[in-house]
């Protein structure tokens, strides 16, 4: 098991960028898939990016090109850098992990969560 914890939610205005961060315990984190998630009000909880080792990545065809996913592992840290945000970037983010290599994009792939940081963006 790994323990979760996002931070670098806020406010920004549309246009705008943000990076989260995602800090996880334990000695073998290193060995965890790392995935981010997002769920908006009144929607299902949906894929942003995955990071097994680094260049391992894979993205939502929605932020493809927008965010970038990345991990330190000296520092058990994952990151998400988000670029040109809209306001369908409004929505809770969750860091998201697993010790599978084969977790990809179904939330349910991924057995360790986050307590989820607020990212709101205005227009």
């Known amino acids: 098991q790994v323990q979760l914890v996002e931070s670098g939610g806020g406010l920004v205005q549309a246009g705008g960028s943000l990076r989260l961060s995602c800090a996880g315990s334990?000695?073998?984190?290193?060995?965890?898939?790392m995935g981010w998630f997002r769920q908006a009000p009144g929607k299902e909880r949906e894929f942003v990016a995955r990071i097994k080792w680094p260049g391992s990545t894979y993205y939502a065809d929605s932020v493809k090109g927008r965010v970038t996913i990345s991990r330190d592992n000296a520092k058990n840290t994952v990151y998400l850098e988000m670029n040109s945000l809209g306001p369908e970037g409004t929505a809770v983010y969750y860091c998201?992990?697993?010790?599978?290599?084969?977790?990809?994009?179904?939330?349910?792939?991924?057995?360790?969560w986050g307590q989820g940081t607020q990212v709101t963006v205005s227009s």
């Open positions: 998201a992990a697993d010790s599978s290599w084969t977790a990809g994009s179904s939330p349910g792939e991924y057995g360790n």
């Open positions: 334990g000695r073998i984190f290193s060995s965890y898939a």
